[in-house]
């Protein structure tokens, strides 16, 4: 598989736990895990592996509404792959949540990082979710600000 192709692999990847999350298909986007993964997440429990996340995120789907009124929307993702391993980061946000959703009301940065599997498919082994904030004011920033950089994982010196 060239790294074009895994490329839009992770893409489509990225864009189906969206929709997962959105269709509220909990074993859908829990699938897109590795059972080992380690997950930071913007609300606590900060780490946690993937149970720890699979019940947090099944707390919080009864509070959203269909998936046919909200979406994610995602903002300068940019995917790096090497090998085995690929590298995503992007900001994101929900889209189309009532003005009073308390999840709607600011973007969130996420990186996650993928594992090629043997059957060619991508499994997320690190998932780090935060919300970015103004350390003088120690509030939570709203919007995203400028485009993130590019990040190459090819670039990384060999371990």
């Known amino acids: ?20 999350f959105c269709s509220k298909d909990l074993d859908r986007l829990m699938a897109l895990y590795a059972p080992t993964a380690v997950v930071f997440d913007a609300i606590p ?8 996340m ?25 995917v790096s792959v090497a090998g085995e391993i ?10 189309g949540l009532p003005p009073d959703h308390p999840a709607g009301r600011h973007w969130l940065r996420s990186t996650m990082v993928w594992r090629r599997q043997a059957d060619d498919s991508w499994l997320i082994v690190h998932d780090h979710c935060s919300a970015p904030f103004d350390p003088h ?10 485009p993130a950089p590019h990040f190459d994982v090819r670039s990384l010196p060999p371990h």
């Open 1 to 20: 598989m060239s790294d074009q192709d895994a490329t839009r692999r992770i893409r489509a990847a990225i864009a189906a736990w969206g929709d997962a």
């Open 45 to 52: 429990p900060f780490a946690s592996g993937v149970e720890a």
């Open 54 to 78: 699979r019940d947090k995120v099944a707390s919080c789907l009864p509070h959203f509404p269909d998936a046919s009124t909200f979406a994610v929307a995602t903002q300068d993702l940019s």
């Open 86 to 95: 690929a590298a995503a980061h992007f900001v994101w946000h929900f889209s």
């Open 137 to 146: 004011s120690e509030k939570v920033v709203l919007g995203p600000d400028l």
